[in-house]
């Protein structure tokens, strides 16, 4: 973060934003959103938002696409808790059901 001090650090990333932006923003949403530290996360903000005024387009653009794969993640975690669940109900209904196994009956 503190990269962004230094003006010629600062004017490169800025001439390489189409490719720095897409790659560092989850990074930045995350920080503005969950970070500890006052210090970071306002400095984050910061960053965030030179981003967002050197090109509005594509800030908003990558904005969108980190939002719909976040949205895509929690949807995949959804449907992956559902699928535990349904399994620990199997599992659930099949130890509770008075079945033998082989051992139980000396079979080999």
């Known amino acids: 973060m503190y990269l962004w001090s230094n003006d010629h650090i600062e004017n490169l990333i800025k001439q390489n934003r189409k ?3 897409p790659i560092i923003l989850p990074a930045l949403e995350e920080n ?3 970070h500890w530290n006052q210090a970071v996360q ?3 903000l910061n960053v965030r938002k030179t981003f967002s005024d050197a ?3 594509l800030f908003e653009e990558c904005l969108r696409k980190f939002m719909e794969d976040e949205a895509k993640q929690q949807e995949l975690k959804a449907k992956q808790e559902a699928s535990w669940r349904r399994l620990e109900e199997i599992v659930a209904t099949k130890t509770s059901s008075p079945q033998k196994t082989a ?3 000396g079979e080999s």
Do not use: G
């Open 42 to 44: 306002s400095l984050t």
């Open 19 to 21: 490719v720095i932006l």
């Open 32 to 34: 503005c959103n969950t």
């Open 55 to 57: 090109d509005p387009e």
């Open 103 to 105: 051992a139980q009956t």
